[in-house]
């Protein structure tokens, strides 16, 4: 069974920084399409950052460019979001997701597997 399991998130001040992680199992994600995505209450599911599958091309949203970092490390078959600066808005449940498909993919709708969700809040 393919899996993915994300952790890191949690309470931070605004001006700090969290790393999230998403560990994969079942499947190779080197050579998947990857995307960390984020829901805020009320909103819909929208594209953080996003990194595909053969050429690596990388795309931020403008809202968080400069700030987060996507990466994955193949070895250990994780990706990661490193986020620095963070905001108030950047308050939101952060999803990993992957999918098999050539490209990159910047849509929730293109994505097939997906993290559980974890939750990151920014509030002094």
């Known amino acids: 069974q393919l899996h993915l399991v994300e952790s890191g998130g949690g309470l931070v001040q605004p001006g700090g920084s969290l790393r999230l992680s998403c560990a994969a199992s079942?499947?190779?994600?080197?050579?998947?399409?990857i995307g960390w995505f984020r829901q805020a209450p009320g909103k819909e599911r929208e594209a953080v950052s996003c990194v595909s599958s053969r050429d690596g091309r990388i795309y931020y949203a403008d809202s968080v460019m400069g700030r987060f970092t996507i990466s994955r490390d193949n070895a250990k078959n994780t990706m990661y979001l490193q986020m620095n600066s963070l905001k108030p808005e950047d308050t939101a449940v952060y999803y990993c997701a992957a999918d098999p498909a050539v490209g990159l993919l910047r849509r929730a709708s293109e994505y097939t597997y997906w993290g559980q969700g974890t939750q990151v809040t920014v509030s002094s």
């Open positions: 079942g499947f190779t994600l080197d050579y998947y399409a």
